[in-house]
């Protein structure tokens, strides 16, 4: 499935916030609420659909389950 990916940006002239592509990190971007110009590079949020921190709580998740396991195994009742 393709994902973009954005950032926020606060337009420094109407403070509205802007949904800026990463692609156009760097960039001059024009605001489309009051067309006043700014750079993107200022970062404050990055939107990520953070992969690898989902992959590293589903794997810390995992660890548990199999702890859990093992312990269970472990002792005899
Ligand atoms: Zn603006």
Avoid: W
């Avoid at 110009?37 to 949020?45: C, E, K, P």
Wanted: hydrophobic fraction near 30%.
């Amino acid at each position: 499935m393709p994902q973009t990916t954005y950032f926020v940006k606060e337009c420094p002239t109407c403070g509205r916030k802007l949904q800026v592509r990463v692609e156009y990190l760097g960039r001059e971007m024009v605001c489309n609420h009051c067309g006043g110009d700014f750079l993107a590079g200022d970062v404050q949020d990055v939107f990520t659909p953070n992969e690898e921190d989902c992959s590293d709580a589903i794997l810390l998740r995992v660890d548990e389950l199999i702890d859990k396991a093992d312990n269970n195994l472990g002792k005899p009742k």
